[in-house]
């Protein structure tokens, strides 16, 4: 696992840094050259464009709401219960309903607090906790290594007056096999994003597929 409590302390007290994001690109469909687990960390003097949209989102729903947008979030899926993939005490794992690729998740911390640097170490373990149970169900679901691009979206620095709330988002590309993936081209590249299913079915089919690995099932030993 990328995630470096470490790495982002170091960025944080760069002065020229307003962002730091660690992400990983698994399999070769998403670009990635090492067969092995590879995450990166870039630090940049801006805000990059996805989280400076989230944080006007933030922004605009404290305004009207009063409240934190995912914590907000996570409650109303928490009740509903028909889009949650997995969880334990301290996050939960989730097909958002405005999730485009197929098997795209959020996972998001229970506790309201907007940096790796916040968790405390119940909670550091319980990110790889829960890390380690979504992957396995990516792997189990078309019995592959499941590829995608992950990534952790926390507060820019020194962003005082905004609100903020960990999360880390999952896109991954396989559609219907472990060859068969999803394309965002034609009237979803110049159009909007289209889903090829629901949320609800793609939560369902995430949930059915299980925290025991695949190769373990089948005898083999894990690969890490
Ligand atoms: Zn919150
Ligand atoms: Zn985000």
């Known amino acids: 696992m990328p995630v470096s409590v470490d790495e982002y302390a170091a960025a944080a007290a760069l002065p020229w840094a307003r962002y730091a994001m660690a992400f990983e690109n698994r399999g070769t469909l998403m670009g990635a050259s090492n067969p092995h687990p590879h995450g990166q960390f870039w630090a940049t003097e801006s ?71 916040a968790l405390d170490n119940i909670e550091r373990d319980a990110l790889a906790d829960v890390l380690k149970r979504l992957t396995t169900r990516y792997d189990n679901l078309f019995e592959t290594p499941f590829p995608y691009s992950m990534g952790v979206h ?14 880390l988002h999952f896109y991954p590309p396989l559609l219907r096999s ?36 695949y190769r373990t099932r089948a005898g083999v030993e894990a690969r890490p």
Not at 51 to 71: I, M, N, Q, T
Not at 154 to 167: F, V
Not at 201 to 207: C, I, K, T, Y
Request: overall charge negative; some cysteine; hydrophobic content about 40%.
């Open 47 to 117: 805000v990059p464009n996805e989280p400076a949209r989230e944080r006007l989102a933030f922004d605009d729903y404290r305004a009207a709401h009063g409240r934190c947008l995912l914590c907000d979030y996570v409650q109303r899926e928490a009740q509903q219960g028909e889009r949650l993939v997995c969880g334990n005490d301290h996050f939960v794992a989730l097909v958002p309903f405005w999730a485009t690729w197929p098997f795209e998740t959020l996972v998001v911390t229970r506790r309201h607090l907007a940096t790796i640097e």
């Open 178 to 213: 472990a060859t068969i993936r999803k394309f965002m081209v034609g009237f979803e590249m110049l159009g909007s994003p289209q889903r090829d299913f629901s949320p609800e079915d793609a939560a369902a089919r995430l949930q059915a597929a299980g925290e025991i690995h």
């Open 154 to 167: 926390q507060q820019p620095m020194r962003d005082t007056g905004h609100d903020w709330h960990l999360h």
